[in-house]
């Protein structure tokens, strides 16, 4: 759905709500609406013209449920209190006297 679109269905404009911008902006920053594409109004002879307007979607429309639920799949079972390392195999440097 074209930006414009989602304003004016969501009652943004001249006599409606104010902040599109800020509302877009927080619904992005949540992860309820992407950007999709770019695209650019045609005119009556059907050529584009000005600049190019965001195409939001929701991130199941565009990926797909499963996809999106994956996200929030709790992570792989392991042993509580333990990275999965041993001391003798840490990665940190060892300091030398």
Not at 18 to 45: A, C, H, Y
Not at 83 to 96: A, F, I, L
Request: proline residues 7%; charged residues 30%.
């Amino acid at each position: 759905m074209r930006s414009s679109e989602l304003k004016r269905l969501a009652g943004f404009g001249r006599e409606g709500e104010k902040d599109f911008e800020g509302t877009v902006s927080g619904l992005q920053i949540e992860g309820d609406l992407v950007i999709r594409d770019f695209r650019r109004r045609i005119n009556r002879r059907g050529l584009p013209y000005g600049w190019p307007i965001s195409v939001y979607t929701t991130p199941e429309a565009l990926w797909g449920c499963g996809h999106v639920i994956s996200a929030y799949a709790p992570p792989p079972n392991r042993r509580s209190g333990s990275s999965g390392r041993s001391k003798s195999t840490s990665r940190r440097p060892q300091r030398q006297s």
